[in-house]
Structure formats: C-alpha cells, structure tokens
C-alpha cells in the first residue's frame, strides 16, 4: 500500500533547511515574522486551519503588523528540539513528554515553555501479531514503531503504562524493541504485514487506516493510561521569542484559538481543510468521521499535561517538579480551565 503522505521528500529537505538555518540564525526573529514547525497526522488540524485561512496574518493586520509566516514539516520530537534550540525555528510542536523533556532541560537558560494544546485525542497501539493481547504478550521478536524511540509521545507514555505493570525500575522495558518512523511508513509497514515491524503506537488519522485492515487490532489506548480524555500534542517555544515578539506572539495566539472556533462550527469543513493543506488523498468520509470522532477534542486548552509532569519526574525522566501545569507553559494560557 502507497504512503498516505507522500511527504517524506518535503520532510528531508525541512530538516536540512533546519540544519542550514541552524548555522546562519542569531536566535528569536524580529517581530513581524515567525517560524512554526508542524509533525505528520490530523492531531495538527488547528495548524492547518490557521495556515489555510492566514489567521496569524490576520491577527498581526489588526495589530497593524504585517507578519511573514514561514511552516516546515518535520517528523520527530528531537529535530524539533535541536531546531527550536538552534534558533532555526521559533516554535515547534510534538506531544506533550517531548515538551516537558525540553522545559525540563532549559529551565533557567532558554526556558522553553508550551503556547497552547493542540487537541485531545487518543493515541493507540496497533499491532498485526495475533499472539499480542497486551503488553505481557510482547516479546524481544516483536518491533514497535514510534515517531521518537524512547523520548516521544508514544515512547513515554508506553514507559508510563510498563511502570505501572512491571515496576518503575523497567518503565524502559520495551524501549528495545521500539524503531523510530514517521508515522506514514510505519502505517504502511504495518497494513503491509511482511516487516519486521508488526506493531505501531499510532495517532490519528494512521490508527484509523491501520484498524480498517483485518489483521491489525488494537492493544492499548494512551487515554488507558491517563484516565480519560488528554492532550496529544503541543505547541511550544523559547522566552526570548515570547517575550521579544509580544505583537507576534499575541496574533499567534488569538489564530490558534479562532482556529478551534472554526473546526469546531463546522467539522466536515474542517476535514476538508485537512485534505486540502495536507495534499492527502484519504478519503472524505474517513476524515470527517475522525474529526467527528467524539473522543477527540480540538482544543487549545491543555488536558491532563499534569500527570505527564508528575509520572515523568517520579521515573526520574523530569529533574524539576512542576507545582502545577501553569508552570510549563506561557501566560496567554493561564485563563483557561486547563490541567
């Protein structure tokens, strides 16, 4: 079967955009421009939307500032990470453990802190191995992919769940046999069944495509281990770009949250956005139904990050203790009822 997204050409060349820009960037950009980096998969929707209609450069208009916004499309939390760092981007966006692992680290340098969710929706581990009911019956011959072995979304919330079944002192049990890969590959790797990789801890629209064939079933939900409706993934950037780009920044912002306002008013145009920006060639149908899909939520306001935060920093992933999830990410999103 064809990858979903024929974008790995364009993700190639974002990445080596990054590295370049790494070498000839001074840091934060002058306000009136701004960098975003974007991953693979409809948890990204409220991108689209705000890409689609140019909601920042609306917003920086009614500030009387004419913003120049610059997208990249980049697999992966740590090149999100080194390209955030190197001031090759301004912000970037991954799941929230990727977001807590770069607060973590900078606290007290460049103090990376999170903008705004980008959606609640569960992320599901897949596999095509019939003798696989849950994570007792993995063994050293199975390889899970992951868009991020043992630092992503998916890698630290199978380290939450090993920890909880098999002690904290193995929360990185099936680190070992978890590959990195884009989620569009490893989406066809696994409907393909002939790979070495039979299972995928997926997102949407992937675990969608993957459940539609016969051999593949479902071992486990992120929202299995959080306890209800979370977070998947951020949006986050450096202090200096926050602080130094107020204009910016706001407009930003202010895009993000008339984006959910959007999608949430009219989803089947919503999923026809997502086909559009995304260049995919899902069907319709499917789209709309995900985006309907009541367990998911696009929304900027931040769903159970907390538990993230106090699981990570238990294991000994986290050095700092977040008193609340206010303290990871800016301001801007302090009025709403987060958690």
Known sequence: MAIPFKRSALTLLAASVAAVSALL????????????AQQFGIGYLILDVVRDQQLIEKHGKEQGLDIKVDWSSISGATAMNE?????????????????LTIWDRTKGKQNVKAIASLGSMPNYLLT??????????????????????????QSRTLQIETAKQFGAQNFKKFDDISISLAHPDATSALIADGSEINSHFSS?????QELQSPNVHKVLSSYDVLGGQATFNVLYTTEKFHDENPKTYKAFYAALAEAEKIIKADKPAAAQTYLRVEQSKLALPLVEKIVADPEIDFTVVPQRTFIYAEKLQELGV??????????????????????
């Open 204 to 208: 949407p629209p992937f675990q969608y």
């Open 318 to 339: 986290l050095k700092n203790k977040a008193a609340s999830w206010k303290d990871y990410f800016f301001e801007e999103a302090h009025g709403s009822e987060g958690s």
């Open 83 to 99: 390209a955030l760092l190197a001031g090759a981007l301004d912000v970037v966006s991954a799941g929230v453990p990727p977001m």
């Open 128 to 153: 095509n191995n019939p003798n696989v009911k849950s994570l007792k019956d993995f063994t050293e011959k199975d390889r899970i992919a992951v868009p991020a072995a043992g630092v992503g979304f």
């Open 25 to 36: 960037s001074p840091g934060a950009q002058a306000e009136g421009k701004i960098s975003i």
